[in-house]
């Protein structure tokens, strides 16, 4: 084969090399956002089917310059949802009066805790909202209320999170830098121990994409899922696709909500690994022992699974309808199941709660029906 003089034999090889891995990438669901919100081109390579890889041109870089002054300077109201727990909340909000961008205005979400919040708050916090449920509605029921008065009382921008995490005190400034319409920024997350996490992108499941955007050092901009862990969100997006869902309870109303907003907009989700929000992840660990064996199992009540496999599965049913990710969903529920047979010593218990939840999703029973209670161990 003859090589044109004007490309070298490498560089052709090169030129095809890059292509393939470009059409391989679309291939496994490329996390590219729609063509109408890229900014420069982006090339995807993946690390399996299982697994995403991204380098400094993969996904496209958000520049400050771009974004309206007008927008930028919108009022933020932050929305904190808060049950008995008054020292985590006291830290929250302690961080949110700190902030470098000051937050125009903070409503806390008290889930009928019955144990002084608001007086606490009246007290330590001037200026700051307190909501009374009249009965705990859970975190999604919570983030409804909250999300729902906040855009009522025409907030352009909505902060919203749980009381057990903080923001740094640059969090906001760094997030309103990319502030544009039709934008969500979300925050990279760090528990006590340092660890880095909340870059997800959804193929059908979720893939940790936290180490390669962090190695990026930029704000990245994608298909990216979130938790309501330190999200800031631009009020037109609650226009187009609504509340979260209040009938959910608890667990996976947030990234209902997020996938909603891939469904149903073109809005732009822009990870910003240069806003930290400290916060720990799923709680304590525990030891367990099965014919020798020894594994750290997660802590989480039995209760919580119920909520997480209902929601999880009436999303992909309802919302979602698409057979990729039941299948994720069905295989991602055997593992744990066979864990909670083997480790735990209240697997009776939770078996039927799994199956339960199982169950409800599929004929979308939703709403409050397992009461939060501890495990009896």
């Given at each position: 084969m003859r090589w044109p003089t004007s490309e070298p034999p490498e560089i052709h090889l090169l030129t095809r090399f890059l292509a393939q891995l470009k059409r391989r990438a679309s291939n496994y669901g490329a996390f590219i956002c729609p063509p109408h919100l890229l900014r420069g081109s982006a090339v995807v390579t993946t690390s399996g089917i299982f697994g995403a890889r991204l380098h400094s041109t993969d996904m496209n870089s958000i520049s400050t310059s771009s974004t309206s002054a007008i927008t930028s300077s919108g009022r933020v109201c932050a929305v904190v949802v808060t049950f008995r727990r008054p020292e985590c909340l006291c830290e929250c909000l302690s961080g949110l009066q700190s902030q470098t961008r000051p937050v125009d205005h903070i409503l806390v979400v008290d889930n009928a805790s019955g144990d002084g919040t608001p007086d606490l708050v009246a007290r330590e916090f001037a200026g700051v909202e307190v909501v009374v449920l009249p009965e705990n509605g859970g975190g999604a029921g919570g983030f409804y209320e909250g999300m729902k008065r906040a855009h009522e009382a025409g907030f352009e921008w909505i902060w919203v999170m749980d009381d057990d995490g903080v923001p740094a005190r640059d969090c906001l400034e760094q997030m309103m830098a990319y502030a544009a319409p039709m934008t969500a920024m979300v925050p990279l997350q760090q528990d006590s121990d340092g660890r880095q996490y909340g870059f997800?992108?959804?193929?059908?499941?979720?893939?940790d994409v936290t180490e390669e955007i962090v190695r990026a050092g930029q704000a990245r901009q994608g298909a990216f899922p979130f938790a309501f862990v330190g999200p800031l969100m631009s009020r037109d997006i609650i226009d187009q696709v609504g509340l979260p869902n209040p009938e959910f309870f608890i667990w996976f109303d947030d990234w209902e909500f997020a996938l909603r907003i891939r469904l149903k907009t073109r809005a732009r989700i822009v990870a910003?690994?240069?806003?930290?929000?400290?916060?720990?992840?799923?709680?304590?660990?525990?030891?367990?022992?099965?014919?020798?064996?020894t594994t750290r199992r997660s802590a989480q009540q039995p209760w919580k699974t119920y909520y997480e496999t209902r929601n999880q599965l009436y999303t992909f049913t309802r919302t979602r309808k698409r057979p990729r990710e039941l299948w994720f969903y069905a295989r991602n529920q055997i593992k744990p199941l066979i864990g909670d047979i083997l480790f735990e010593p209240d697997r009776f218990e939770r078996v039927r709660l799994r199956f339960k939840g199982v169950f409800d999703g599929l004929f979308g029973r939703l709403g409050k029906r397992v009461e939060p209670t501890a495990s009896k161990k």
């Open positions: 997800f992108l959804w193929r059908g499941h979720n893939v910003v690994p240069k806003a930290l929000f400290y916060h720990d992840f799923g709680g304590k660990s525990v030891e367990r022992r099965f014919l020798g064996r």
